[in-house]
């Protein structure tokens, strides 16, 4: 049986309701706000993997320090890549998954830009 493994690369540009470079920095005012949501963000993802009959779900921590999402609040199925500073950096954990997702930033179709943005080029 193989197992059916996706890769997230999450950074908080691009994240709803991120629209601030307070919530960009460790001393910034809104940044505890910023990883509330990007813990959320990854919670429901990985949910909806997991109940399409994906096995693992793969989160590279990919913003600033790259320890924004917390350990104890992933579901068990979440590996979870963190720390600063890896080789691969935004797509460390990425081989061998079979669903690989690099960007939380919806940049195509929009008629004005995110106030906050940047992109990773796919594997």
Same mark, same amino acid.
């Given at each position: $049986?193989? /197992?059916?493994?996706a890769f997230?690369?999450? @950074?908080?540009?691009?994240l709803?309701?991120?629209?601030?470079?307070?919530?960009?920095?460790v001393?910034g005012s809104?940044?505890a706000?910023?990883?509330?949501?990007a813990?959320?963000? /990854?919670?429901v993802?990985?949910e909806?993997?997991h109940?399409?009959r994906? @096995?693992e779900?793969?989160?590279?921590d990919?913003h600033?320090? $790259?320890v924004?999402i917390?350990? @104890?609040? $992933?579901p068990g199925?979440?590996?979870?890549?963190r720390?600063?500073?890896?080789q691969?950096? $935004?797509?460390a954990?990425?081989?061998?998954?079979?669903?690989?997702s690099?960007?939380?930033?919806?940049?195509?179709?929009?008629e004005k830009p995110?106030l906050?943005?940047h992109?990773v080029?796919?594997l």
């Open positions: $049986m193989t /197992v059916r493994r997230i690369s999450l @950074d908080l540009e691009g709803p309701h991120v629209v601030s470079r307070e919530h960009l920095f001393k809104l940044y706000e910023a990883r509330k949501i813990t959320e963000v /990854v919670k993802v990985a909806t993997l109940e399409n994906v @096995d779900v793969i989160v590279t990919s600033g320090p $790259m924004n917390p350990v @104890d609040e $992933m199925y979440v590996k979870l890549v720390g600063f500073q890896r691969r950096s $935004m797509v954990g990425a081989r061998g998954a079979t669903l690989q690099l960007s939380t930033t919806p940049r195509l179709g929009l995110p906050i943005t992109t080029e796919p």
